[in-house]
């Protein structure tokens, strides 16, 4: 197993060792602030790395690295930065009473991933907080919670995309232990555990590691400021402190599953790329571990080498989130066609992506204004990761709306079918599942006047190629992120109540027919008409087969389906009136023939299964 060399690690009986990479420091001290103030010399050791092992520390120790004799740092490989990001770094004991010594893990296939904001998700705002849900989340039909980055970032409020302590879990959430008794009680309670991570940047504010090493590069820029140093010259030691971090939050919280953000960002063209070499790691660890680890990206290059194997030439990483799905869900059903959505809006569109994976795999895409992505259809439909809704496409809206406030009640019950019974691994964000009416905003709580500003026009020129009136809310403010905590009563109420129960019969369908559980793309037919607006899906596993209708426009429409035995029963329609639609008008049964035909109503869904004993 790779052992961890960067950072502060308790040793027991008041020892602890620190290490840290300082190759533009001639000499390193620790500076002891608590529990009496001293310094005490590093020694260098091989490529840059500076350590020592210091009596008399013990855990909740604060300290700060002296460079030179000049400037005092945190560590950048700190476990907890209690008075925040310009605060000292803090001396955690990662020792914990863990109780899934049982557990292993889940595969792919089997998950229905919940992601949520920590601090939005309750009115705390900690994980602690997010304990008591569990068990509701569960018997949702949820198999794994995604948490949004909790590394260590500026002030309080925050997406988590502008960490700048990546082993810090964020104090304001609880610090390290809280989230490790979060992780236990998922285990405990038969859920996995998502982390998201970020490797492609850090954050602007409190981001001291270029003080201490090669940590970017001039050679490329980021849409978020420096590139990290993933292929130059020390390369090496940045790419360990990267790997080093996935590794440490597999160990030492026991998450299940790495989602890598924005891996398209990361500029890489060593032999042996980054992820890859991530990815590998990240599954040695496991299979020393006897557990299962996912290592699932998220990319918009539509590269099918990030899936295969690594026998077969490809990278070897789990899973991606797949964008062509929920651009395509979102342009038929919104009508959108601004920004990213110029290239979707079609229901052959939706088909493709349901059918294979990428829907742009060579093609001329006019909102890139090149050809782009490559085949996808020998890739195995469980390594995409699909959504109707997820927090960029929400928040990354000017008012942050909801895919329910866009559209009718029948389209939202609709989209919900179309992710939750795809062939893929179905994803929700928080709330979704009953409507959740509060958005989901962009917030921040930085301290620079100038980092505040800048956020400010930047979000202004974000939303520049769509057709978005007005000014959007300040991030700054601490009321936008109030706006964007969920209201749990509504969950219960008229419609939301109704949708709750509608996405949980989803989920226990998907879970109960195996024909829908087992996610196989070569048993699988999907049928388009982009006139009418349809799309007709089979599926079928050992003795029994399913049928899926899905009509995304605006108006009735009759369509045919093959039913060549007895024995289909309708399991699900939208329209039913128990689902608050306007009335079906498809029958319980299908009789036999080969040319049957089903009206179906506007912006609805019908599922029959015929299930041979």
Known sequence: MKVLTVGSFYLGRGRCRFRVWAPLAKRVELHLLSPEDRLVALCKADNGYHEVVAEGVRPGARYLFRLDGGKERPDPASRFQSEGVHGPSGVVDLTFPWQDSAWRGLPLEEYVIYELHTGTFTRQGTFRAIVPHLERLKKLGITAIELMPVAQFPGTRNWGYD????????????????????????????????MDVVYNHLGPEGNYTRDYGHYFTTRYTAPWGEALNFDGPFSDEVRNFFIENAVYWVTEFHVDALRLDAIHAIIDKSPLPFVEELATEVHRVARRLNRRVQVIAETHLNDAWLLRSKTAGGSGLDAQWNDDFHHSLHAILTGEREGYYLDFGKASHLAKALQNGYVYTGEYAPFWKRRRGVPSKDIPSARFVVFSQNHDHIGNRMLGERLCQLVDFESTKLAASATLLSPCVPLLFMGEEYGETAPFLYFVSHFAPDLINAVRKGRKEEFESFAWAGEPPDPQSEGTYLQSKLNPRLRSRGRHGTLNAFYRELLRLRKTIPTLSVLDKKRLKVAVSNTSETILIHRWHGQGRVVMAMNFGKHSVTIEIPADSNGWQKCLDSADRKWAGPGSDCPETLPQGTRIKLKLRPRSVVLYLNQVP
């Open 163 to 194: 960490g700048v302590y990546p082993f810090a879990v964020q104090n304001s959430y609880g610090g390290p232990r809280e989230l490790q008794a979060l992780v236990n009680a998922c285990h405990t309670g038969g859920l996995a555990v998502v």
